[in-house]
């Protein structure tokens, strides 16, 4: 009986293979971009690997080689990229087993983490700070992400079609490619990001007046030919931030202040996620992690409360 030969290629050249089969023209731009990243680094790393000498050890002295100069959150990001090319491996014959198995996730010691949202408090200075007149303008755009939790790139791509007033509901089916020259409308990030969001009735009424002379498919924010700059914005809302003396946030913060509004308010973890079109409940765990725990820290406070009551 003849013995299997597993594939002999070079670790990095199979997983530029794998790149041009399953993510060419499947995924986004930026997402494509992410697995081209990962594959010079693992050329860079382990330049002379070849497939057959993948096992557990090897792959973890990969990881490990990567934490030397990364977080632990970005050697998990690279874990994962790597990840689902070597189960596809396995799966197809060229991998015996998989070598990703009970991997260890390390990293070098993070750095100090910048306030990426802020508290109720703050929130509601912002709000009541911004300029909101009877013309659309960009404190508009800040405020509607702070109610709604929508990325940058969906909020630019909304138009009067996209509201739904009789439900209070606004329809997220796209997004608006603000990285290129040119921009135009583009896919949202994946299939989850297409929902819709609730909306208070003050808020719709307010864009109701606000985009009634605008045409159904006109964007609503800023003109076609406009050139969107996310830095720009960002600054401009720094600016809001400083003056009045709150921590500084992103135009992504703000999605990130709404999360964790909600989260704090009791709404599930479930709902969070479909309200931020994340693919699933994983990735609002990690991201939120800290209130969470927070979370759960009250509540055991609440069972003990309970318990001592019986």
């Excluded at 070079?10 to 041009?20: P, V």
């Excluded at 990840?83 to 996730?105: E, H, M, Q, W």
Aim: glycine residues 2%.
């Amino acid at each position: 009986m003849s013995r299997k030969k597993y594939s002999t290629k070079l670790f990095y050249k199979y997983y530029l293979d794998w790149i041009h089969i399953y993510k060419d023209n499947a995924v986004r731009p930026v997402t494509l971009n992410k697995y081209y990243l990962v594959q010079r680094k693992l050329k860079e790393l382990v330049p002379n690997l070849h497939m057959h000498e993948l096992d557990r050890r090897s792959y973890q002295q990969i990881l490990n080689l990567y934490a030397q100069d990364h977080e632990k959150t970005t050697v998990l990001d690279f874990h994962h990229h790597l990840k689902a090319s070597l189960f596809d491996a396995v799966d197809d014959g060229l991998l015996k087993s998989d070598p990703t198995r009970r991997a260890i996730i390390k990293g070098c010691p993070p750095s100090k983490k910048k306030i990426k949202y802020l508290n109720l408090f703050d929130l509601q200075k912002l709000i009541r700070s911004l300029d909101l007149g009877s013309e659309i303008n960009w404190d508009w755009f800040f405020l509607l992400i702070a109610k709604t939790g929508l990325r940058f790139a969906e909020a630019l791509a909304l138009t009067p079609k996209d509201f739904d007033f009789e439900k209070q509901r606004i329809i997220i089916s796209k997004s608006w490619n603000y990285k290129e020259k040119i921009g135009y409308f583009q896919p949202t990030k994946n299939e989850s990001s297409n929902r819709t969001v609730m909306v208070d009735w003050q808020l719709m009424q307010q864009f109701r007046s606000l985009i009634n002379d605008k045409a159904e498919e006109q964007l609503i924010f800023f003109d076609k030919k406009q050139r969107i700059y996310n830095s720009t914005l960002n600054q401009k809302l720094a600016s809001y931030c400083k003056e009045l003396d709150i921590p500084v946030i992103s135009i992504h913060g703000l999605r990130h202040t709404h999360a964790s509004l909600l989260l704090y308010e009791g709404v599930s973890i479930a709902s969070v996620a479909k309200r931020l079109g994340h693919s699933n409940t994983a990735t609002t765990q990690e991201t939120y992690i800290h209130i969470i725990r927070e979370l759960e820290n009250k509540d055991n406070d609440k069972i003990l409360h309970h318990l001592s009551q019986l």
